[in-house]
């Protein structure tokens, strides 16, 4: 008999159907950022060749608004690549605190960082749930976990104020604020913090 086929199965058939329908819920859990922000680019052409006249319309910038640790902060869409559903990924035994372990997605690795980790002393036991933030412009490829996500905004980030006194601001990541308490995050100077150099040194 056939190892491929038992009691009228054909397991290798099988195999595949699961293997395109899992591909399937990833496309549905993954949508791509770069499509995101080009529909973005298309609506404000679109507005501009209906003679919409907004002397600041073009200032403002599609943000990513996400929270984690209770707090609500963004990032520009344009450091971003897609987003991700949690899946919890393979550890990598010596590394920092930060670095949750190795995570794969459409067939390349990704370094998998907890931003709350990164950029606060706060440690979460055992982390199960949340959303994935793939970065762009890697190698190295860094991936960061935070705890939900909201949707898109465009801002106007000449408008950020300082943060006041209290808020832990390593490396400067942060910003400032803007609109209704919305925490923005250098996406250039988040990369240079130890958390990732450690990890990523020779």
């Known amino acids: 008999m056939n190892e491929k086929i038992a009691n009228g199965i054909d ?5 595949a159907r699961l293997d395109r329908a899992q591909r399937s819920i990833e496309t549905a859990f993954l949508p791509d950022m770069e499509h995101t922000g080009e529909l973005l680019r ?13 002397s600041g319309d ?3 910038t599609p943000v990513l608004i996400f929270r984690l640790m209770g707090m609500h902060y963004g990032i520009d869409l344009g450091a971003l690549s897609r987003m991700g559903e949690w899946a919890a990924p393979s550890p990598v035994p010596g590394s920092n605190a930060a670095l949750l372990g190795l995570t ?12 709350g980790r990164v950029i606060s002393s706060e440690q979460k036991t ?39 006194e209290g808020i832990l601001n390593p490396g400067n990541v942060i910003s400032g604020l803007i ?24």
């Open 11 to 15: 397991w290798r058939a099988t195999k």
């Open 42 to 54: 298309t609506r404000a052409r679109s507005l501009a060749v209906r003679g919409v006249r907004n």
């Open 58 to 60: 073009a200032s403002h």
């Open 104 to 115: 794969t997605s459409r067939g390349a690795a990704w370094a998998l960082f907890d931003l």
């Open 126 to 164: 055992k982390i199960t749930e949340g959303r994935t933030m793939f970065l762009r412009n890697g190698p190295p490829n860094i991936a960061l976990r935070v705890d939900a996500v909201d949707g898109i905004k465009r801002m106007d980030l000449r408008r950020i104020k300082p943060l006041p």
């Open 179 to 202: 609109n209704d308490g919305i925490l923005i995050i250098d996406a250039r100077r988040l990369i240079a913090l130890p958390a990732f150099s450690e990890v990523f040194q020779p």
